[in-house]
């Protein structure tokens, strides 16, 4: 057997997500059955300090070789990083993304991708131009659960699909369950149910219309502000989709995304995030939406009133990873393979959902500061 291929990584930001991503890098891969590419961790930098940086490295147990950086321009200049991980809030994406690009880094950013499409294109732009692998990290797609139900609606387990519906939604009351400082509530940040959840729901229709050519119309959207913050705290987006089995009688796929982070999804536990329906069945995925493990096909029984056949499946992450690692593997052969870009995570892909967002902010009047909006680098 050949030797795996090892990616060398850096990580930008110390926090909630950073360490989940940071744990399950360090894993021994083979325990999820990966043997051709393997990880190594080699600096984390935190924009406070070195000292927090390192306080980062003890608690995740990091490997000895790694470096501690007290700013982000430091992690970037180190020669040993291949490729830079970014687990900043929404607002500074793009000009982490931008830093690390022109300075000769592939790039994994955390969703939401971008604040916006305009800064999205512009990140694609500079990747094309220097060469190098830059994808948004909807890690969700990469999961064995997300591999798992694009295989059975691309072999027509449930025909073409007709309806899709997406919630993600926290149940988090904005003013009593979330530290006021948090940055799901900070307009500065780009916080928000839209960026943060929203951007999950999305990814899920077009995940289930796996196609990145068919451009959604937004049909419709609502969007509730949270009080004082400037910043969304439930948005419905209705979407059609036009598909391409045009002789059905129904041309075009529906699609709902909703997000909130005050309405909870799932209060009992058995309510299905995930609808995707089709005339010959309909997939439901089982919460929580950004990490689902379990889902239910369930077959067309024709006749009113009739109930078909329905199976439960559990898909679980394997050798002890949370699931940041898939999207790490699939980082680490594409760029053994010279790729630029992910076949299962494409710029299009991530700039038509950009773009959904976008239409959708614009039509509720919901901006964000110039400054974060701004696709000029450097500001
Ligand atoms: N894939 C997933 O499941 C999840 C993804 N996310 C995404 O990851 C990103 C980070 O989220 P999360 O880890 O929850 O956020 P946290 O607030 O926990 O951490 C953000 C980190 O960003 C750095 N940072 C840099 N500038 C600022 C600033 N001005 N204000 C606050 N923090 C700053 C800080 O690290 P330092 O100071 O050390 O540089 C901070 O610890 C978001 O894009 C979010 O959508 C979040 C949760 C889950
Ligand atoms: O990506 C995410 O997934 C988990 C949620 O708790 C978090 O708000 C969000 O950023």
Not at 175 to 181: I, T, V
Not at 214 to 219: A, F, G, R, S
Not at 232 to 246: A, K, L, P, V, Y
Not at 348 to 355: P, R, S
Request: with cysteine.
């Amino acid at each position: 057997m050949s030797t795996p291929f090892c990616l060398r990584w850096g990580i930008i930001a110390t926090g909630r997500i950073a360490e989940s991503f940071a744990k399950d890098l360090i894993l021994d891969p083979t325990a999820r059955g990966v043997q051709d590419v393997r990880h190594s961790l080699v600096g984390v930098a935190s924009s406070r300090s070195e000292d927090s940086a390192r306080g980062f490295l003890s608690k995740i147990g990091a490997p000895s070789l790694c470096r501690a950086h007290g700013n982000y321009e430091a992690l970037v200049t180190d020669p040993d990083v291949d490729v830079v991980y970014i687990a900043t809030p929404h607002s500074h994406h793009f000009p982490n993304a931008m830093l690390c690009l022109e300075a000769g880094k592939h790039v994994v950013c955390e969703k939401a991708f971008t604040v916006n499409a305009k800064q999205a294109q512009k990140l694609f732009d500079t990747a094309r131009e220097r060469n190098l692998f830059l994808m948004e990290g909807m890690w969700t797609r990469f999961l064995p659960v997300g591999v798992k139900v694009r295989q059975l609606v691309r072999d027509g387990a449930i025909g073409p699909v007709t309806r899709i519906f997406a919630d993600n939604s926290l149940g988090m009351h904005p003013k009593n369950d979330l530290p006021p400082d948090d940055r799901l509530v900070r307009r500065e940040l780009a916080g928000g149910a839209l960026l943060d959840l929203g951007v999950y729901s999305i990814h899920w229709i077009f995940q289930a219309l796996q196609t990145t050519v068919l451009q959604p119309t937004v049909i419709s959207s609502l969007v509730v502000p949270l009080k004082d913050h400037q910043v969304d705290e439930t948005t419905t987006i209705i979407m059609s989709f036009r598909r391409e089995d045009t002789e059905t009688s129904s041309p075009s796929t529906h699609a709902i995304a909703t997000c909130s982070l005050r309405t909870e999804g799932n209060p009992g536990g058995q309510t299905p995030a995930i609808r995707i329906q089709g005339d010959q069945g309909e997939i439901q995925i089982y919460g929580p939406v950004w990490r689902p493990s379990k889902y239910c096909v369930i077959k067309r029984e024709p006749g009113f009133g009739n109930v078909g056949e329905s199976t439960e499946f559990t898909c679980e992450t394997e050798g002890g990873a949370y699931g940041l690692c898939y999207e790490a593997d699939e980082a680490a052969r594409c760029i053994r393979d010279g790729l630029i870009e992910s076949s299962t995570m494409p710029w299009t892909l991530t700039l038509q959902v950009m773009e959904v967002m976008d239409t959708a902010r614009k039509s509720a009047g919901l901006e964000f500061l110039a400054d974060i909006e701004s696709a000029n680098y450097p500001n």
